[in-house]
């Protein structure tokens, strides 16, 4: 599981440009802080009011006062500010994020997102999602292919919308998708995995690249 986590969140990383301010949702996403190449130097929002997080602490380095919105430990680079929740989401609003890094329930080809509930079931909520994928210049999804055999790409979402037609890219342990106006394309494979098997696991048709290239190790 560890190990899937990683080859996503480093995948995701590479999709990040110098100089972009970057906001990463819980979980998974909040990962891939840990994995910005070489060279590469973005700026970390959090919702809970600072910009220019930095890696996760080393264990038993932690400063019980520097959480992201997740509530998990983070470190913050020299030049970090820090300001109220209500400036953070107009930095959000305003069109200020460069990219957001999201988990999902469920996706489909339309580019709809579903990622904030689950009727009957106890979840974290919406949080900052509605927000960060209506101001975000880019939305990156972030996840596991399936729930445990059940697919979460669809041709609609079956759970209640966080947003619609927003999703720009799905990146899982199996490849890299894009949303285009013909549907959902496949651009990266990881060697792992046939077409075959990325097919199945997907519950909506996947449009294959002429250009379909190996996808990308960390």
């Known amino acids: 599981m560890a190990d899937i986590k990683v080859r996503i ?51 038993g380095k932690e400063d019980v006062d520097l959480v992201n919105a997740g509530a998990q430990y983070v470190t913050v680079k020299t030049g970090a500010s820090f300001f109220d929740s209500a400036t953070s989401f107009g930095i959000i609003r305003g069109g200020h994020v460069d990219a957001t890094v999201l988990g999902s329930l469920e996706v489909d080809r339309h580019g709809n997102l579903a990622n904030w509930i689950v009727p009957g079931k106890m979840v974290p909520g919406m ?18 292919h399936t729930n445990k055999g059940v697919h979460k790409i669809l041709d609609e979402c079956t759970l209640p ?28 494979l990881h060697p792992e995995f046939t077409l075959d098997e990325i097919k199945a696991a997907t519950g909506c048709e996947l449009i294959i690249s002429p250009d379909l290239k190996p996808m990308e190790e960390e």
């Open 9 to 59: 969140a480093s995948r995701v990383a590479k999709e990040l440009k110098d100089g972009d301010v970057v906001n990463l949702g819980i979980g998974l996403p909040t990962m891939v802080a840990n994995y910005i190449p070489h060279g590469v130097d973005i700026v970390l929002q959090s919702e809970n009011g600072f910009l220019g997080i930095g890696p996760a602490p080393e264990k």
């Open 127 to 144: 949080g900052g999602a509605m927000d960060l994928v209506s101001g975000a210049k880019k939305v990156i999804i972030a996840m596991q």
């Open 161 to 188: 919308y966080t947003a619609i037609k927003v999703v720009d890219m799905i990146v899982t342990e199996m490849g890299v998708m894009e949303i285009t106006p013909e549907g959902l394309v496949l651009k990266e």
